[in-house]
């Protein structure tokens, strides 16, 4: 791993974290181009990297994250399942990070969900966080654990789980940042602790490398963010699912046609 693969890298997570299109799916294919995904110090910086772009959640939220308890039982209560699941299926998840087709196949259906979601969800009633109960709460991050799946989105499933929920788009998009403080801080700290685990030792410019990445991804992050909250109020979703639709479904041809996207 070299500065210029920090560099897309931390720009990829900044600008696709909070956008309904998988930033998970979207680092394993730039690693696997990039011939870096078999370095095990990749793979824990695409997450480590998560906790630069949770910061500009914080930042830029920063009132509502402190404003009352019940802000922070309702995240804890929406991150509950992931945090079960995980530790559950935590070698299965891993087996699937390997898996690039797994990421062409779930970016095309979740594509498809996209374009009619709008459709599917058009009646919301709750349009503020302390207006979501504990069950909503709950149910939201069911929906959350769906994206342990590659290619599925954090972020699109528990933007569609609050909508279910009769969340308008907004409201939505807001709680499943707020969620992924949590979830992200929790997947970040996993990783770091299996990295120390397995003997694995940082140097320098590793330290450095998650410096850089951090920053930048904090960076393009919080652009992304104002960005994304402006266009959904506008849009809707249907340009995420066509984009969507169009990448996995080239994935799935270059695979099928016999190029490598191994991932390791």
């Avoid at 935590?90 to 259906?109: C, H, N, P, W, Y």
């Avoid at 966080?129 to 769906?146: T, V």
Wanted: charged share 15%.
């Amino acid at each position: 791993m070299n500065i210029i693969h920090v560099i897309i890298l931390s720009i990829i997570e900044g600008i696709t974290e909070f956008l309904p299109i998988s930033s998970t799916g979207h680092m394993i294919l730039a690693s696997s181009v990039m011939d870096i995904a078999s370095d095990p110090f990749v793979k824990l910086f695409t997450i480590a990297i998560q906790l630069g772009a949770i910061l500009s959640v914080v930042v830029l939220y920063y009132k509502r994250f402190f404003k009352s308890l019940n802000f922070y039982y309702k995240l804890f209560v929406a991150f509950l399942p992931a945090a079960i699941f995980g530790l559950l299926f935590s070698k299965k998840i891993d087996q699937l990070l390997e898996s690039a087709l797994t990421v062409g196949v779930t970016m095309f259906v979740g594509g498809i969900i996209l374009l009619f979601v709008d459709k599917w969800f058009n009646k919301p009633v709750v349009t503020e966080e302390k207006d979501i109960s504990y069950p909503k709460a709950f149910i939201i991050g069911l929906f959350q654990c769906l994206a342990m799946i590659p290619g599925t989105s954090r972020s699109a499933a528990s933007i569609v789980g609050g909508m279910a929920q009769k969340l308008t788009r907004t409201a939505a998009a807001e709680f499943s940042f707020f969620l992924a403080v949590p979830t992200m801080f929790a997947a970040t700290a996993k990783k770091l602790w299996d990295f120390h685990k397995e003997g694995h030792v940082f140097t320098g410019d590793e330290i450095k490398f998650l410096a850089i990445g951090n920053i930048i991804a904090f960076v393009i992050a919080m652009l992304a963010i104002k960005t994304f909250i402006t266009f959904l109020e506008k849009k809707g979703f249907k340009l995420f699912g066509w984009y969507r639709i169009v990448l996995g479904a080239i994935i799935i041809v270059l695979i099928l046609s016999g190029h490598d996207l191994k991932t390791v």
